[in-house]
């Protein structure tokens, strides 16, 4: 084997916008022949654990990373050495099939075509963006110019740097740490903020001289025997980004109705004993979710999501219903596709399979993304209600309380019924006070009447 014939297969992008994984656990080692399609490790992306299968033939020649170690997409995570097809891959000969191209390289290195990943988590085709190539203007002002077009998403008017250099995942995790990128001093080439840009600006640095490197010591001075630290990681992470991010972005409201839910669980329990039910999962989130997405259909300017970027409400006209799930790996929101185009059969079997996947760990991360509204059913927990944060990107979220055998005033008697309360949460800078009431309403009402299911649905 010649050194032209090794591949380094890079982390790639098993979900729109990720931007590191962490690599759980190798299934191969050094010298071990492998092919095409076999799977080489796991890793855990933000909020899912994913297999990798490697797209060639050949020998293991060396891993580069140990498991436990995060590694951001498209850095190379393992070598193979593959026979016979060095020629087409090695970099040293594709000049002799072009012409030259002196001094092309940017600052970061480009993927060879980007990796192919496993099916099923297809990379978005405008994730990777190339520089536009300026034909007879080849520069020395160009490359840096078309940094400055990439990392920015646009074209400045003409050559000022009004706006600071970095990437889309950078920007994201400033915005996310509070970072004002113009304050941040670059340390990529062309003047580029790094991510390690805006963590050294995020850390509380002291204004003391260069002489004073004791500052460390509070972080080493804890009690070992009483303390334990854990990394903040895979699933811990991005859940507190996500939260951070919704939190100070979105502008909350949260609203609360109790309401008397006793004909719904007699509904449930007829339910279970439907000759078209059986096999399913049935159980009171089904027809609160139903209750929500005929609240919607009557409502449907709440299923919305708000576009600073281009200063737009977005309406959707399809209802991707997210349940908040707790796993062994934190807290994860996978969503039900089309869920409001399904009938109370379908959703029943999508839910199932929805929370049996997401318990086993075994959520793509495509499951995750493009929801738009939320339920969490914290009544599981025995917990009466809570005001939810937004899943970002979705306009609100429905939280459910336990159900309750409490005192009740029921046809001018009291009574013992079965009782809960509701909180929806919403962004206030789509969704205003009537709007917001009018889907809780409609939610309780459903409920409380469920044959409203057939009259309103």
């Known amino acids: 084997m010649t050194e032209a014939s090794v591949r380094e297969f890079k982390m790639p992008d098993v979900g729109e916008g990720l931007t590191e994984a962490e690599i759980l656990k190798w299934y191969v080692q050094p010298g071990d022949t492998v092919t095409d399609g076999q799977v080489v490790c796991e890793v855990e992306t933000a909020k899912a654990a994913v297999e990798l299968p490697i797209p060639y033939?050949?020998?293991?020649?060396?891993?580069?990373?140990?498991?436990?170690?995060?590694?951001?997409?498209?850095?190379?995570?393992?070598?193979?050495?593959?026979?016979?097809?060095?020629?087409?891959?090695a970099p040293a000969e594709r000049p002799a099939a072009e012409p030259a191209r002196p001094k092309e390289e940017p600052a970061e290195p480009k993927p060879e075509g980007r990796q192919p990943v496993l099916v099923g988590y297809g990379v978005a085709t405008t994730s990777t963006k190339r520089r536009p190539r300026k034909g007879p203007q080849v520069t020395v002002?160009?490359?840096?110019?078309?940094?400055?077009?990439?990392?920015?998403?646009?074209?400045?008017?003409?050559?000022?740097?009004?706006?600071?250099?970095?990437?889309?995942?950078?920007?994201?995790?400033?915005?996310?740490?509070?970072?004002?990128?113009?304050?941040?001093?670059?340390?990529?080439?062309?003047?580029?903020?790094?991510?390690?840009?805006?963590?050294?600006?995020?850390?509380?640095?002291?204004?003391?001289?260069?002489?004073?490197?004791?500052?460390?010591?509070?972080?080493?001075?804890?009690?070992?025997a009483r303390e334990t630290r854990l990394p903040v990681k895979g699933v811990r992470k991005a859940t507190a980004q996500a939260m951070v991010g919704s939190a100070f972005t979105a502008p909350h409201v949260t609203e609360f109705v109790t309401v008397d839910v006793t004909r719904t669980m007699k509904l449930v329990e007829e339910l279970k004993q439907d000759k078209d039910m059986q096999g399913l999962r049935v159980n009171p989130l089904l027809l609160i979710a139903k209750a929500l997405l005929v609240a919607i259909k009557r409502n449907p300017d709440i299923n919305a999501s708000w576009d600073e970027a281009n200063q737009e409400i977005v309406l959707k006209h399809y209802v991707n219903l997210g349940i908040a799930a707790a796993t062994p790996r934190g807290l994860i929101v996978p969503n039900v596709k089309d869920a409001h185009a399904k009938t109370l059969p379908q959703l029943a079997e999508a839910l199932g399979e929805l929370v049996a996947t997401a318990r086993e760990g075994k959520t793509s991360p495509a499951a995750m993304q493009g929801g738009t509204v939320t339920i969490t059913n914290v009544g599981v927990f025995g917990v009466d209600t809570g005001t939810p944060l937004l899943n970002p990107g979705e306009s609100a979220i429905l939280a459910v309380g336990a159900i309750k055998l409490q005192p009740w005033v029921h046809k001018g008697k009291v009574k013992p019924r079965q009782v809960t309360t509701l909180a929806l949460s919403f962004d206030h800078r789509l969704v205003d006070g009537e709007l917001g009431s009018k889907v809780l309403a409609d939610v309780a009402a459903v409920l409380e009447q469920p044959k409203r299911l057939i009259t309103w649905a």
């Open 57 to 89: 033939d050949g020998v293991v020649r060396e891993l580069h990373f140990p498991e436990g170690t995060t590694v951001d997409v498209g850095t190379p995570i393992i070598a193979v050495a593959v026979a016979g097809a060095a020629a087409p891959e």
């Open 141 to 224: 002002p160009a490359p840096a110019q078309a940094v400055r077009t990439e990392l920015n998403g646009h074209a400045g008017a003409g050559t000022g740097t009004s706006r600071p250099l970095a990437k889309p995942p950078v920007r994201k995790l400033a915005k996310d740490l509070g970072v004002d990128l113009a304050a941040v001093t670059p340390s990529g080439p062309d003047g580029v903020i790094t991510r390690e840009d805006v963590h050294a600006a995020a850390a509380p640095v002291a204004a003391a001289p260069a002489a004073a490197p004791a500052a460390p010591s509070p972080v080493a001075s804890y009690d070992t």
